[in-house]
C-alpha cells in the first residue's frame, strides 16, 4: 500500500469540447466520465489559460501564465530551467511520471533551442530504448507525438507496439514527407499509407494496439508499481484525443450515425460585428498574409471552415467515437485505482488543454477565435471523503490554478513563485469561490495575432493587440456569443469598467517570490 500521504492522478485529454460528455450530451457516450461526475465536483465554469497545446500544459506544469513561463505560442519550448510542479512533488519524497502526451517542445530543434520532441530524434528508437526521464520534474516519462495516424509517431509508443509482437505497425500510420527524408533515421520504419478522405473516420489500427490502450496499459503499470513500493505519486495519463484528425478503429468509428448528430452552424450575418479577420473564415480562399512576421509561423485556424454539413456530421459522430473510446480506457484506469484501494487517498482531475470547433459559428479550427467553444474546458475532480460528490459547481477556475491545487490537496507547501490560485476550498466544498475573474492569454504570433480575454461571471472581452477591434459579450443574455458590444453606444460606460478590471487582472496575476521582510 502507498503512504500516508495523498496521490495525485491527473488525466487529461486534448482539444475536447466541455460539451463532448455524456452526462451534459444524450448524443455521446461516456459512462466512465460519468461515473467520475457523480463521485466528485464538476466545473461548468472552467477555463483553459490558452486556447493552444504547449502554452496551455507548460502552465499544467508550472503555475504560471504563458507570458510568464515563456512557452507563449505553438511551436516555443518551455525552457528546461523553469521550475515545474513535478520538481516540487519530488522535491517532497513523491514519484512522478507522464505516460502519453507532452509537447512542452517543438517537432523542430535548432542549436539554440534543442528539442527532444523533434523529428529526427522522434523517430531514433535506441535513443528512446534508453530515455526515460529526467524530463520537466517527470522522473520517468513514456512518450509519443502524433495525434491519431500523423507520420511524427515514434518514441516510447513505437517500442511498445513491437513489444507486443507488431513489428510492421509502421503501416498504421502515415510516411515521413518527401522534405524530410533526407534527415531520416537509418532504419526506421517506412510506410506507404495513403491519408483518409475527409468523410472517412476509420482507422484500421487494432484497438490494442491504440495509443488509448499503451497509455491506459502503462498508467496502471505505474500505479501498481508505486502501491507495491509504497510510493506516493504524481502521475499524468495524458491522452491525445478527440484532437483532429477525426479517426478512430471499429467498432467506435461506426458507434454513431452521422444523420442522427446535431451539427451546429454558421449564422448569416454573425460575424458582422466581429473582428475583420472573422469573416474570411467563410470564404473559399481567405488570405491570411497579413498576419505573417519574422518571428512567427503558421497561424493556426487561418484557413477556410467551409465545409459541408455532410462532412461535418461525419467529422462529429467519428468524434465521438474517439470520445467513447478514451470513456472505456479512462474507465480502465480509475477501475485500476479502486481495485488498488487508492481512490480515497488520490486526487484525480480530468480536463483537457482547451476546446474544439466542430461547426460552432460555422469554424472547424482552433486558435484565434475567442468563443467559449474553445475557451471553456471540462473540469472534473473526485477524493471519496475529501471532495463533495455530485457537486456541479459554477465557480470560475482556470486551468494556471491545477499545479497550485494539486500540491494543496497533497498537503505540500504551494511556491511563492507560482501565480494561479489556490482552489482547494472550492473543490474541497469550503468555499463556493475564489476567483472574481479568468484570463486567456493568446499570443499566437508575436504581435500580428496576439490576444488576451477576461472573463468575469457574466462579461467577457478580449482585446486585439495594436488593434482598435475588439470583443465583449454579456454571457448571462447571449451565453452564444452573438453580439458583440464592443463598438455599442449604449455599452461604452460598461467598457471602460471591464477595461478596468482586465488591467486590474493584469496587475494581480504576476507572482510575489517573497514577502516583504523589511522596510527597506
Known amino acids: 500500500m502507498s503512504k500516508p500521504g495523498r496521490n495525485v492522478l491527473f488525466i487529461s485529454t486534448d482539444q475536447q469540447h466541455w460539451s463532448a460528455m455524456g452526462y451534459l450530451n444524450p448524443e455521446v457516450k461516456t459512462p466512465n466520465l460519468d461515473r467520475l461526475v457523480a463521485r466528485g465536483t464538476t466545473f461548468h465554469r472552467a477555463y483553459t489559460v490558452n486556447p493552444t497545446c504547449t502554452p496551455a500544459r507548460a502552465s499544467w506544469l508550472t503555475g504560471l501564465y504563458p507570458s510568464q513561463h515563456g512557452a507563449y505560442a505553438l511551436g516555443t519550448k518551455l525552457m528546461e530551467d523553469v521550475p515545474t510542479v513535478g520538481d516540487v512533488f519530488q522535491q517532497h519524497d513523491y514519484r512522478t511520471a507522464l505516460i502519453g502526451k507532452a509537447h512542452f517542445q517543438p517537432t523542430r530543434s535548432t542549436a539554440e533551442y534543442p528539442s527532444l520532441e523533434s523529428f529526427p530524434i522522434l523517430h531514433d528508437l535506441e535513443f528512446w530504448r534508453k530515455f526515460n526521464g529526467p524530463f520537466y520534474g517527470f522522473e520517468h516519462v513514456e512518450l509519443t507525438r502524433n495525434h491519431t495516424d500523423e507520420w511524427v509517431v515514434g518514441q ?36 506507404n499509407r495513403q491519408p483518409l478522405a475527409p468523410d472517412q473516420g476509420v482507422w484500421d489500427i487494432p484497438e490494442d494496439l491504440h495509443y488509448n490502450t499503451w497509455i491506459a496499459e502503462r498508467t496502471n503499470a505505474m500505479m501498481e508499481a508505486f502501491d507495491r ?23 467506435y468509428a461506426s458507434m454513431y450515425d452521422p444523420a442522427e448528430v446535431t451539427v451546429p452552424e454558421h449564422r448569416e450575418g454573425e460575424f458582422d460585428d466581429k473582428p475583420p479577420y472573422f469573416k474570411r473564415s467563410q470564404e473559399p480562399n481567405p488570405d491570411f498574409s497579413d498576419f505573417e512576421e519574422p518571428d512567427g509561423n ?5 484557413l477556410s471552415h467551409l465545409r459541408s454539413r455532410e462532412v461535418k456530421a461525419k467529422a462529429i459522430a ?23 484501494g487508492m481512490a480515497e487517498e488520490t486526487l484525480v482531475c480530468f ?41 456541479v459547481s459554477d465557480s470560475l477556475q482556470s486551468t494556471v490554478d491545477l499545479p497550485q491545487t494539486f500540491l494543496s490537496i497533497a498537503g505540500i507547501p504551494v ?31 508575436p504581435t500580428t495575432m496576439n490576444m488576451r480575454t477576461y472573463i468575469n461571471q457574466r462579461y467577457k472581452m478580449t482585446v486585439h493587440y495594436n ?54
Not at 503558421?298 to 487561418?302: A, E, M
Not at 467519428?318 to 488498488?340: A, H, P, Q, R, S
Not at 474544439?356 to 471553456?376: M, N
Open 156 to 191: 516510447h509508443y513505437a517500442l511498445w507496439m513491437e513489444e507486443k509482437g507488431c513489428k510492421d505497425w509502421r503501416q498504421y500510420f502515415l510516411p515521413t514527407p518527401a522534405e524530410f527524408m533526407q534527415e531520416e533515421i537509418e532504419g526506421f520504419p517506412r510506410s
Open 229 to 251: 513500493n509504497g510510493d506516493n505519486f504524481f502521475l499524468w495519463a495524458s491522452f491525445f484525443d478527440p484532437h483532429p484528425r477525426y479517426m478512430v478503429p471499429e467498432p
Open 298 to 302: 503558421v497561424v493556426h485556424g487561418s
Open 318 to 340: 467519428t468524434m465521438y467515437g474517439m470520445v467513447t473510446m478514451l470513456d472505456t480506457y479512462i474507465g480502465k484506469i480509475l477501475d485500476k485505482l479502486e481495485e488498488l
Open 351 to 391: 480536463t483537457t488543454d482547451h476546446g474544439d470547433f466542430w461547426g460552432q459559428h460555422g469554424l472547424i479550427s482552433k486558435a484565434i477565435h475567442h468563443y467559449e467553444d474553445v475557451l471553456r474546458v471540462p473540469l472534473v475532480v473526485s477524493m471519496p471523503g475529501t471532495i463533495p460528490e455530485g457537486v
Open 415 to 445: 511556491p511563492r513563485t507560482m501565480a494561479g490560485v489556490d482552489q482547494k476550498d472550492v473543490w474541497t466544498g469550503e468555499t463556493d469561490t475564489i476567483r472574481n475573474h479568468v484570463i486567456v492569454e493568446n499570443q499566437h504570433q
Open 467 to 520: 488593434r482598435e477591434y475588439g470583443e465583449i459579450y454579456d454571457l448571462e443574455k447571449d451565453p452564444g456569443e452573438y453580439e458583440n458590444l464592443w463598438d455599442n453606444p449604449q455599452h461604452q460606460d460598461l467598457k471602460r469598467d471591464l477595461l478596468l478590471k482586465f488591467l486590474h487582472g493584469e496587475m494581480a496575476k504576476a507572482p510575489l517570490p517573497m514577502p516583504r521582510i523589511s522596510p527597506a
